[in-house]
DNA sequence: CAGCAAATTGTACGGTCGTTCGTCTAGAAT
DNA sequence: ATTCTAGACGAACGACCGTACAATTTGCTG
């Protein structure tokens, strides 16, 4: 019956995914990986686990077994590609600058590089996924809400360090501030992935530098 | 074989739907704006002929032959989706407001009193379209991005009136300005549905005004 | 070594998708 | 009155979807 099992197992992937004990762990990241990078192109109802089989080279049944179901599947990649933001994003801007207004402009630039790099094909996953299931009740609604969520809530705890140590221009509103960045760059990555257009992203430095530090600095 | 043609043909509709040379524009007209309303929230793509056929009350294969194709049906629902965001945003700026800066406010409040009323289930259709179909070649993506091309278009003429008029603070760049207002209101959308938040648009009237008028006005 | 549990597979089921086809109806054209 | 044509229809198609299930392989464990 078994047409090509004997040969060896997972086949042409880099590892030959011996069958240990911890093998299904590794099979659920590879099939993730491909998910999330899928998802910013089909979209996340989009997904189908008969694509996702095919490119991983893992049966069918087998990518549904090892999620349960295909909203199990949908949370397990927003996870996956919300790692992959805070790595590509988050830490960095984290790792070498000082908190407060150097860090507000890291993580903006950072966003902007992780757009420019399509990091993932389609652009930011989590405009996607928001534009996507915004209108839409469910959990996997709620999971990506809460990822966006969190992004905002980092945008404007460094807002306000900025503010407390007077880095901002004076009588600047923080949370307004850190709502005005999340939204810009948010519809910065729609025009940017719309029109394959790279000027839009220069467009936005230039709007987060006057916005951050004022009409001075002639 | 028919089983209630002979009482009325269409049926319980506001309209008998004569059967008469135009009943086809009428029914084309019907799917189409049930279309657009569908598509905010299922997505282009999502977009299902025997859906449409349940809600309108038409034959599966009636909703097909209409259009002739899947394509064919997107693009005409691009396309009453966009007559739409003419009358509801574009055509009561200009009727009312003079050019220039005021009718550059008046776009803008348009466009988020338009979300806030939820013309469309999803918020903007063409946020939706544009995050859906941003990654893909085709005749759809295309319609979809032309018509956002002409919505940026249409704030920057505004913007470009208002600083010949010298009534943007002075220095301002309206090429730059027409594309903060752009993002940012295609941002604050997708905030505003996301989380059903009208804080949302509040702050982008706020922040609509302090971008467009400067800082004074104590 | 024997036995268990996890990993993986092939097959199949019911459902929905877009599309095709043949047919019927009824207004329009001659 | 006859022909023409577009609208609407039901039925059926092949393809793909998510899911269910039994079977088999394989590493770990007692």
Known sequence: MSTQVGSGGGGKGDQPAKRTRAAGERSRARVVEESARLATVEGLEGLSIGRLAETTGI????????????????????????????????????????????????????????????????????????????????RVHDAVARAQQEWRDLLEAEAKTAAEQGELPAGTDSTQLAFELGVLLAGTNIVSVLHDDSAAVT????????????????
Do not use: M, N, W
Request: hydrophobic share 40%; net charge positive.
């Open 59 to 138: 049966a069918k049944s087998s990518v549904h077994a090892l999620f349960g179901s295909k909203e199990v599947l949908q949370l397990a990649t927003i996870e996956a590609a919300r790692e992959s933001f805070i790595a590509e994003v988050v830490t960095p801007a984290f790792g070498a600058t000082r908190s407060g207004r150097e860090r507000l402009l890291a993580l903006c630039e950072g966003y902007l590089s992780y757009v420019e790099r399509r990091v993932f094909p389609g652009g930011c996953f989590f405009v996607s996924a928001s534009a996507e299931l915004g209108g839409r009740p469910g």
């Open 203 to 218: 467009r936005a430095r230039a709007a987060i530098r006057h916005r951050v530090d004022g009409p001075e600095r002639a």
